[in-house]
């Protein structure tokens, strides 16, 4: 078994600064607390409902001095973290971005690859690639943030590659129940993978969001849960090789369920046309 962790928090607009120390402060409470793997909300350096402008202000170069101090953080714990941010790339576009970063150094970088049309998301470049599964004290990591959720194949696609655990940083608003009252524990449950979503809690410029962490089991049953109005430090203890196990046996040679074996991807075509493409 290996103790994970999600950090509920409110973070400071625009003060990526500020944010940064307290990020580096919740990874030593998570670690002093034997967690091995600690994930933040999404763009947690510099909040979500900011405009254009203050993006550009606030973006930032992966890997460069924000992820360096997280860097120093996870090796004084001897931790792996993940924590959003904006990104901006050599040639100057901006991307929701989330990092995954151990003890030596930034391990991976996911741009988000779907984008609702909602806060900063409006103005920002959508990634064009999953990043394939990390191996992690807390098993084979893949990165997805927020409204990926929305969307069945995310998460069935880091399944296939052998993810074992999810880590999804978010910024639901307070309108936003059904992901955490249904569709974190569908995803979870339908891929056999545990999924830890960090959210955001409090309010932003009018936007109130829904706090309600959670981290799920394969089986997608909730192993811990955050109050929706307040931060917290989320623990729950997983066993990443549950993740493995995609072959149910209930009644042997009565009632079998391999999840991934029984799949039918010659029927799946569709899935991958454009919309309104007829198919035979």
Known sequence: MVRVAAVQMQPALLDVQQNLARVADWVRQAAAQGAR???FPEVTLS???ITPDEAQAAAMPIPG?????VSRACAEADTHVVVGLLERDPEGTLFNASVLIGPRGLRAVYRKTHLPFLGI????AAGDAFVPPV????GRLGLLICYDLRFPEPIRVHALHGAQVIALS???PAAATLYPEFMARSRAAENRVTLIAANRVGEERGTRYLGRSLIVSPEGNVLAEAPPDREALLLAEIEPSQSDVKRLVFTPGEYELDLFGD???DLYRPITEEPGVQTA
């Open 263 to 265: 799949r039918r991807p």
């Open 65 to 69: 001095p924000a992820t360096d101090v």
């Open 47 to 49: 909040g979500y409902a």
């Open 121 to 124: 998301d409006r103005y920002l």
């Open 170 to 172: 978010t910024a639901w």
């Open 135 to 138: 191996d992690t004290p807390a």
């Open 37 to 39: 793997l600690v994930v």
